[in-house]
């Protein structure tokens, strides 16, 4: 799973992931705006990329990138992926809540 994979590299909180859109992320000058919006301080938040990071989401745009979201529905492409999308991954590679992973 591409969220999965792109979390180390971004260290933002599962919901703004989830929440990620085409439009907020800027190529050229490797990085991804979250605006304020979505922000719980109300404060645009700028998350530089790295090459890593880039990489996975150019995977990722020849899945979703004609989409809204970054990490569409499986169910609609008009909404993100669900906020336990990520938590039941997890759970399915062995880590559980019991032991304060999730």
Same mark, same amino acid.
């Given at each position: &799973? ?5 979390? /180390?590299?971004?260290? #933002?909180?599962?919901?703004? =992931?989830?929440? !990620? ?19 719980? &301080? ?5 998350? /530089?990329?790295?090459? #890593?990071?880039?990489?996975? =989401?150019?995977? !990722? ?42």
């Amino acid at each position: &799973m591409y969220a999965l994979k792109l979390t /180390p590299h971004i260290l #933002q909180r599962p919901g703004e =992931l989830r929440q !990620m859109e085409w439009a907020e992320v800027n190529f050229d000058k490797a990085v991804w705006t979250i605006p304020v919006t979505k922000m719980k &301080m109300r404060q645009p938040h700028s998350v /530089p990329l790295s090459r #890593q990071a880039l990489a996975i =989401l150019q995977a !990722m745009r020849s899945l979703s990138g004609s989409g809204r979201y970054v990490f569409p529905s499986i169910r609609t492409r008009a909404r993100p992926i669900s906020e336990n999308t990520i938590n039941a991954a997890l759970r399915r590679m062995g880590y559980s809540e019991v032991a304060g992973v999730v």
